[in-house]
């Protein structure tokens, strides 16, 4: 179901700072869902075949499709296209390899036990794998493509889908019935792993007991670093000082940096806070609402009282940052890089610019939220890696104001503008990033995910989800669809190259959603087949050879015909828009992550929450999971897992 398939999964029912005026929207919005459950009737003539066999469930709906757009143009992939539908397992083009490399509660530090669903333990899942793996990275070593570092985050815990017994009709029930330890053993699920990796002929293998091997969770101690560093808003009583923290949550997408670090952004850590009553007393609670703090979805506040705001009020804005970590050095203490700024972080896609400085893209994931980039003062300097280690401290915030003659603008979130007068100095403004760019006119965007540069072209992706909330009054150019159920994409491209200039020009790539559907609105490429298109992207990869992969999040057969995946899309010439099926999911499961080693020969992805319902009315739990992948063994959870595709035979994907 698409609330329970979000990035931001159990906590969309709270998404209280976008006020929804359905009475302006709902002439689109009905003709889609009455034309979306006409097809249900179509597909459940067809439901049983689907689940058994190949055929497409919407063969009907898509007969017929215009004529192609780009016939003769050479596409920039090959592969065989994967049917849309959803079974119980994950499909991939035929001529690869699709191997799980590894799963939650799997072996990760020395001394780790073996898997045991039945008693969930703390101290074991401290060394085993994370749970919902979702921004992956590939780090090589000795510059090798099939030997390296994969850095995985675990975003959040699906613990009605992890524990077995918890009693409760609706999730939040649930959680609450969790016991301690079981709300400390999701604690330890959460944060991010870092393994060594290494292919063998076509095939992929974790190292045992390497050196490098890492867990991060929400206990483990991060430094505080850059303009907001100290802050009083940073002060508590467990740390007087405002520079040392415990643990980062809800850690979605991410980055590699080209000196090989690690950048893993926090998105929803609103909802490990709690405290409706101390929120309405909060000396800044109309700053914590507008970062949805107190509503207290996970009932960790019940075995550690910092996430209780009305015992550490200040606790909450240590959370929101992206955090800088060197996995080549296990014993190194990770960073909070304020100077990022804090929102609710999708990724941070990269690029040294021509100047040598560096250019961090971000988004902030929630309805009406916004675009924004940091560029560093300073150089990068690809001699000297130690010389890069503090490089984003130091630097400017800037957010996106896209206009309706397709320009757009960067807007620096300073001191010196008198829109943030209010603010008291820079940490203030960084710590409620948000309300800056409230201040400064920022565009109000439809869920902004994954944003990500080309290094071919130049180009930037910005992936927006959908928005759902947006009326026909609140359309803009950017965001031109009232009630997008199924999100969009947008190209920037900046002024003369230039990634740290101000300037830019914007177009729509595509506008997602079945193309069979006239109301949809959706823009595909008319190449694109009945298994090609995609609604609700989420995170993306521009692979070496510079063509674009979209992975969906919300996508599934209820809403869809079709579970979420991996899409390749092409973005130039007469094949532009033109999307094609290159792997999907298992049945409640979000496609994450994808990331591709240097050499294009393997590509790593994230199925996170397998097994979740896709009927908002019949939740699944551990007992009854729609799906009990990737081990199918009765009595045993679904399991999220990183997933290693190589091409049988070898060589470059899609190619
Ligand atoms: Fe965690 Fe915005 O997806
Ligand atoms: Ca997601
Ligand atoms: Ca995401």
Not at 17 to 25: E, G, I, W
Not at 84 to 107: C, E, K, M, N, Q
Not at 328 to 339: G, I, Q, Y
Not at 377 to 384: H, L, M, Q, S, Y
């Amino acid at each position: 179901m698409p609330s329970n398939s979000h990035g931001a999964n159990p906590p969309i029912d709270i998404d209280e700072d976008t006020p929804a005026n359905a009475s302006l929207n709902s002439t689109i919005g009905d003709v889609i869902a009455e034309r979306l459950s006409r097809r249900d009737l179509i597909r459940s003539a067809l439901a049983v075949s689907v689940m058994t066999s190949t055929i497409a469930p919407l063969a009907i709906a898509a007969a017929a499709r215009p004529a192609r757009a780009e016939d003769g143009v050479k596409p920039s992939f090959v592969f065989a296209e994967v049917e849309a539908g959803s079974d119980t397992t994950h499909h991939v083009a035929d001529g690869y390899h699709a191997d799980i490399l590894i799963r939650w509660g799997d072996p990760v530090l020395a001394g780790a036990p073996e898997f045991n669903p039945a008693q969930p333990s703390a101290t074991a899942q401290e060394k085993q794998f994370g749970y919902n793996n979702d921004f992956i990275g590939f780090i090589p070593l000795d510059g090798r493509a099939d030997h390296g570092l994969l850095v995985v985050n675990h975003e959040y815990t699906n613990d009605d889908l992890m524990y077995f017994g918890l009693l409760g009709w609706t999730r939040k029930g649930k959680l609450d019935s969790m016991s301690d330890e079981q709300i400390r053993s999701s604690m330890a699920a959460h944060g991010g792993t870092v393994i060594e990796v290494k292919r063998i002929g076509e095939r992929w293998h974790v190292v045992d007991t390497s050196n490098y091997a890492r867990r991060i969770t929400a206990q483990t101690p991060m430094q505080i670093t850059g303009p907001a560093a100290g802050h009083p808003l940073m002060q508590t009583i467990g740390d007087p000082s405002g520079t040392r923290v415990l643990g980062m949550l809800n850690n979605c997408a991410g980055g590699v940096t080209p000196w090989g670090t690690w950048l893993t952004c926090e998105e929803n850590f609103n909802f490990y806070f709690a405290n409706k009553e101390a929120l309405k007393k909060h000396k800044l609670s109309t700053q914590l609402r507008r970062y949805g703090v107190g509503e207290g979805f996970y009932p960790w506040s019940r075995v550690d009282t910092r996430f209780d705001i009305g015992q550490e009020p200040n606790e909450c804005n240590r959370f929101g940052w992206v955090v800088e970590i060197d996995p080549l050095d296990p014993n190194s203490t990770p960073k909070k890089r304020t100077a990022l700024g804090r929102f609710k972080h999708e990724g941070a896609g990269n690029i040294v610019n021509t100047d040598g400085r560096f250019v961090i893209y971000q988004g902030d994931d929630q309805r009406f939220d916004y675009v924004y980039k940091f560029v560093t003062e300073g150089k990068v300097d690809p001699a000297n890696r130690a010389a890069n280690m503090d490089i984003l401290d130091t630097g400017t915030l800037y957010v996106a104001r896209f206009d309706a003659n397709g320009r757009g603008e960067w807007l620096p979130l300073v001191t010196s503008d008198p829109k943030l007068s209010s603010f008291t100095d820079q940490g203030d403004i960084l710590i409620h990033s948000r309300l800056a760019a409230d201040a400064l006119g920022a565009t109000k965007m439809d869920r902004p995910e994954d944003v990500e540069v080309n290094p071919k072209t130049g180009k930037v992706y910005v992936i927006l989800t959908n928005n759902d909330k947006r009326s026909a009054k609140e359309a803009d150019a950017a965001n031109p669809r009232p009630e997008n159920r199924f999100g969009h994409i947008i190209e920037i491209l900046p002024d003369q190259g230039d990634h740290a200039t101000t300037g830019f020009a914007w177009e729509i790539l595509v506008k997602c959603g079945d193309p069979s559907i006239a109301e949809v609105g959706a823009t595909f490429n008319a190449a694109t087949s009945r298994n090609g298109w995609f609604g609700m992207p989420d995170n993306c990869a521009v692979d070496a050879d510079g063509r674009l992969w979209v992975a969906t999040d919300g996508n599934n057969f209820e809403v869809t015909g079709r579970t979420d995946g991996l899409f390749a899309l092409e973005t130039e010439g007469a094949r532009r828009g033109t999307s094609r099926l290159f792997f999907r999911c298992p049945t409640g499961a979000e496609m994450c992550g994808p990331y591709f080693t240097p050499d294009l020969e393997t590509l790593f992805v994230a199925v996170q929450h397998p097994g979740e319902s896709e009927d908002p009315a019949k939740p699944a739990s551990t007992e009854n999971p729609t799906t009990r992948w990737p081990d199918f063994k009765d009595g045993q959870p679904p399991r999220p897992s990183v997933v290693a595709i190589t091409k049988i035979g070898g060589g470059k994907i899609g190619v």
